[in-house]
């Protein structure tokens, strides 16, 4: 079975606290003690990231690790497929790509996907798994920029929580640069199996996570993704 877990905002970066959607996350692999690495590459392997990564995960009972791309680098392929979870962290998107290509970890990736290992990750480890990801990598305006397409749709995370989120993605709707969007808010969680969505994920508030598109050239509509139940845990 395969498993994405797109975190809109929210969770250890900012804070360790409840640990409410870590916990669900770690409970996907279904696993006593599952593996779990962390890949920081969007905030170019900052160090207090990393360091809450452990504190979050390691008091969650897994085995965890993380991978350095601005250090001497592991073997990606041989310990990527060795793992239950892999969570991105966020941070700029498009510079994160980059180097993953440079270093084919996002075939790794996909090939770890396709052997069921949970892909997670929160904003640009949200938006990463799509065909197309909405981002503020640049620092005066957003974009929509191509993703990993491993799964369709566009992804737009934080959502309800930054305020230049949707506007734009109103005015990309309107000027037909983009037909439909899957925005999710911050502390809520869109979970994917075998590449469909299931369950928008609220761990906080009243978040949720939106199907939005524009109606006959006339207003933004806010619609329930298809077949997607709301758990609030």
């Known amino acids: 079975m395969r498993q994405i877990i797109a975190i809109g905002g929210g969770g250890f970066g900012r804070e360790i606290g409840d640990l409410k959607i870590e916990k669900y996350i770690v409970q996907q692999a ?19 990231y990393i360091d809450n990564f452990y504190k979050a995960f390691n008091s969650l009972d897994c085995f965890t690790s993380h991978i350095d791309f601005f ?4 073997d990606l392929r041989t310990h990527i497929l060795n793992q239950d979870i892999v969570y991105v962290g966020g941070g700029n998107t498009k510079s994160m790509l980059a180097v993953w290509r440079e270093w084919e970890l996002d075939s790794i990736l996909k090939e770890a996907y396709e052997k069921n290992i949970i892909m997670s990750g929160v904003s640009a480890g949200a938006i990463c798994w799509f065909e197309k990801g909405i981002t503020d990598s640049w620092k005066h305006h957003q974009a929509i920029i191509p993703c990993l397409g491993f799964v369709k749709g566009i992804c737009c995370p934080h959502y309800d929580e930054e305020p230049e989120r949707v506007p734009f993605v109103k005015e990309i709707l309107e000027t037909n640069k983009i037909d439909e969007c899957i925005a999710i808010d ?15 994920i609220c761990f906080k508030n009243n978040a949720d996570t939106h199907y939005v598109v524009f109606n006959n050239n006339k207003e933004i509509l806010h619609k329930n993704l298809l077949g997607v139940k709301k758990i609030k845990i």
């Open 186 to 200: 911050g502390y809520c969680a869109l979970h994917l199996i075998n590449d469909l969505p299931k369950f928008s």
């Open 30 to 48: 279904n696993k006593i003690k599952p593996k779990i690495c962390f890949i920081p590459t969007a905030t170019g392997d900052d160090q207090g």
């Open 71 to 74: 250090k001497r680098t592991i």
